[in-house]
């Protein structure tokens, strides 16, 4: 176990070979001493012996992130300043097998960190008209392209078997077009914009009635699109 300031000075051969050792040294150790190593660097690693803890230096090479803590059973991972213990030892509430689906947890950001799930950024939009054969722009925020986009409708008059505030999921409807319609909507995006153009249709698609079953023409006048989006 040994550190190094990782500077290789001038000097005689056999002080060369002594320097570039401990340099060797301080690696393979992962920098390990009672003390932080003195230069740091970005992205450094250091064994923090006086409490056994793994670290690496943040990009700003400002402070020091806990990877890990070594203890009598192995070593625990850390995220983001927190342990994260093994499966084994967690209690049984931090899982999705619970019948009241997450519901408890606050928040949806809390649901999704204790599921794994690696969305760290969502946008959702406002209702907005889905005027026929118009373009909507929606600047999504997410600093890149979203790995999951979610459309959704909200009923705004009751029609079809719909009641006013009714949700369609979009994705999950199944529906159909009639031949040569201009029904539906096209989705693309970048990591700037969603954008989202309505068919040249007063009509959005053809579906069951919710409450009988029977076919219907629902009509974009009728509901308010809205735009979830996940990266």
């Known amino acids: 176990m040994a550190q190094h300031d990782y500077n290789i000075e001038d000097q005689n051969g056999f002080d ?8 060797l040294s301080a690696i393979v150790t992962n920098n390990a001493g009672s003390f932080e190593p003195n230069p ?10 006086n409490n056994d803890l793994m670290k690496v230096r943040n990009e700003a090479n400002s402070a020091w992130v806990i990877v890990a803590k070594k203890d009598a059973s192995g070593w625990t991972p850390y995220r983001q300043g927190t342990a994260l213990g093994t499966a ?7 899982y999705a097998h619970r019948d009241n ?13 204790n599921l794994g799930v690696v969305f760290s950024k969502e946008y959702q939009s406002t209702g907005q008209p889905m005027i026929m054969a118009g373009l909507l722009t929606l600047a999504h925020g997410l600093s890149a392209d979203p790995k999951l986009i979610r459309l959704y409708a909200i009923a705004t008059v009751a029609a079809h078997g719909f009641s006013i505030g009714d ?13 040569g319609s201009s029904m539906g909507l096209t ?23 919710k409450s009988t079953g029977t076919l219907e023409t629902l009509q ?5 699109l809205y735009v979830e989006a996940y990266a």
């Not at 740091?40 to 012996?49: E, P, R, S, Y």
């Not at 949700?167 to 031949?179: E, G, H, I, Q, R």
């Open 16 to 23: 060369f070979l002594v320097d570039l050792n401990n340099a």
């Open 40 to 49: 740091t660097f970005a992205h450094m690693l250091w064994f923090d012996k």
């Open 88 to 94: 084994s030892v967690q209690p049984d509430d931090r």
């Open 101 to 113: 689906n997450l519901s408890d947890l606050g928040s949806a950001a809390t649901a999704r960190a």
């Open 167 to 179: 949700k369609l999921d979009l994705a999950a409807t199944v529906n159909t077009f009639p031949s």
């Open 187 to 209: 989705v693309t995006f970048d990591s700037t914009n969603i954008y989202i153009r309505n068919g040249n249709s007063a009509y959005l698609w053809q579906i069951p009635n």
């Open 220 to 224: 974009r006048a009728d509901f308010d």
